[in-house]
Nanobody, 114 residues
Framework: QVQLAESGGGLVQPGGSLRLSCVAS????????MSWYRQAPGKERELVAS????????NYADSVKGRFTISRDNGKKTVYLQMNSLKPEDTALYYC???????WGQGTQVTVSS
């Protein structure tokens, strides 16, 4: 079955960086676009970034453009989210998502606070 295992979250000060990873199994990763979503307390889940199956196309939410970078390694079946210049409003539970399978990971918590 589809499994998505996120890691890399944690507590970081404003202006800091984190890299999230999502290791996938149970489906053809190299043939699948991938996305990162986030959900803050009391808010709806929102799309953060997406990447095509080959990695040639990437899209970002306006709120993270220029600060976050999505990438993937099809050989390792892993998608990454490099997050720089983090702000308190980036605090959320971050989820890995496979759009064509509508499958979600369990999420990894990111907290940005001094």
């Amino acid at each position: 079955q589809v499994q998505l295992a996120e890691s890399g979250g944690g507590l970081v000060q404003p202006g800091g960086s984190l890299r999230l990873s999502c290791v996938a199994s149970g489906f053809t990763f190299s043939g699948s676009a991938m996305s990162w979503y986030r959900q803050a307390p009391g808010k709806e889940r929102e799309l953060v970034a997406s990447i095509s199956s080959s990695g040639s196309r990437r899209n970002y939410a306006d709120s993270v453009k220029g600060r976050f970078t999505i990438s993937r390694d099809n050989g390792k079946k892993t998608v990454y989210l490099q997050m720089n210049s983090l702000k308190p409003e980036d605090t959320a539970l971050y989820y890995c998502y496979v759009p064509r399978l509508t499958s979600w990971g369990q999420g990894t918590q990111v907290t940005v606070s001094s």
